[in-house]
């Protein structure tokens, strides 16, 4: 049996499309969505071994947490685009809604203290 599937999610980096390429390819609700403040996390091991894929906003490395060997996938983006889009995101909210304390990411956070600009070449 191979390992399972794991797919690192960085934020805003097209992570419901790959969600929704595998429901199309492995069939729909067989995605494990791994939260660590969600009611039920307990049983996402189990259900991942169960159906081989799954993933989250998780760090490379959750396989010791699980104690099973994960093949590890992710989608990268352009990290100027991915900014910008952070930022939309923060200031508008998804789907226009604003959310109350939405944060902005390290590399934003530097900016806007003036440790790094995005003029230097």
């Not at 097209?14 to 929704?20: A, E």
């Not at 390429?21 to 729909?28: I, P």
């Not at 992710?74 to 889009?85: E, F, G, K, M, V």
């Not at 923060?90 to 995005?118: F, I, M, Q, Y």
């Amino acid at each position: 049996m191979s390992a399972p599937t794991f797919f690192v999610h960085p934020p805003k980096s097209g992570g419901s499309t790959v969600i929704s390429f595998f429901d199309l390819n492995k069939g729909k609700d067989q995605f494990v969505v791994f939260e660590w403040d969600r009611e039920g996390w307990d049983r996402c091991r189990a259900r991942l071994l169960e159906t081989g894929i799954g993933g989250g906003h998780q760090p490379y490395g959750i396989h010791r947490s699980l104690k099973t060997p994960l093949a590890y996938c992710t989608i990268l983006r352009d990290p100027l685009a991915r900014q910008i889009s952070h930022y939309r995101y923060a200031l508008n909210g998804k789907n226009g809604e604003v959310a109350r304390g939405a944060s902005v990411s390290a590399t934003e956070a530097l900016v806007r203290r003036g440790a790094l600009s995005l003029d230097e070449g």
